[in-house]
């Protein structure tokens, strides 16, 4: 059996965060919305443009994916380091994108903290450079 098909069918909590950012690499809502449990909780950070909290599958890619998509050129979420205890998944990532609006790039640090129970990420709340956000939208 091959890695991919150990991350396709895995329930471990970093595999099932790991499919959510290769689904939203690939711009797979579907995909993205199958990692996440019914009553998802995402909380998007206070000061980043799409702040608040989003439930449902649906209501966070249609609150978050999508206006990302529509706003930026190539958001990309760069997952490189995982910390994981229990259902407790905290990934240090990079945002990378061009503002459609300003035409400036983004290139900002983050660290996402994931809760997965079931295989099923059933919280996620984002820790952004926000300054560098909103430098990246300002004219």
């Given at each position: 059996?091959?890695?991919?098909?150990?991350?396709?069918?895995?329930?471990a909590?970093?595999?099932?965060?790991?499919?959510?950012?290769?689904?939203?690499?690939?711009?797979?809502l579907?995909?993205?919305?199958?990692?996440?449990?019914?009553?998802?909780?995402?909380?998007?950070?206070?000061?980043?443009?799409?702040?608040?909290?989003?439930?449902?599958?649906?209501?966070?890619?249609?609150?978050?994916?999508?206006?990302?998509?529509?706003?930026?050129h190539?958001?990309?979420?760069?997952?490189?380091?995982?910390?994981?205890?229990?259902?407790?998944?905290?990934?240090?990532?990079?945002?990378?994108?061009?503002?459609?609006?300003?035409?400036?790039?983004l290139?900002?640090?983050?660290?996402?903290?994931?809760?997965?129970?079931?295989?099923?990420?059933?919280?996620?709340?984002?820790?952004?450079?926000?300054?560098?956000?909103?430098?990246?939208?300002?004219?």
């Amino acid at each position: 059996m091959t890695h991919e098909t150990d991350l396709t069918a895995s329930t471990a909590p970093a595999d099932v965060v790991r499919r959510q950012y290769l689904a939203s690499a690939a711009g797979d809502l579907e995909a993205l919305r199958a990692t996440l449990a019914d009553d998802v909780e995402w909380t998007e950070m206070a000061g980043f443009p799409l702040a608040g909290t989003y439930r449902t599958p649906h209501g966070v890619t249609s609150a978050v994916m999508e206006r990302l998509g529509a706003d930026w050129h190539d958001w990309t979420a760069h997952d490189d380091t995982y910390v994981t205890e229990g259902e407790n998944v905290v990934v240090l990532a990079r945002y990378t994108a061009r503002n459609k609006a300003t035409d400036k790039p983004l290139d900002v640090r983050v660290a996402h903290h994931f809760t997965v129970r079931a295989g099923r990420i059933v919280r996620f709340e984002q820790f952004v450079d926000t300054a560098g956000v909103r430098d990246a939208m300002t004219p």
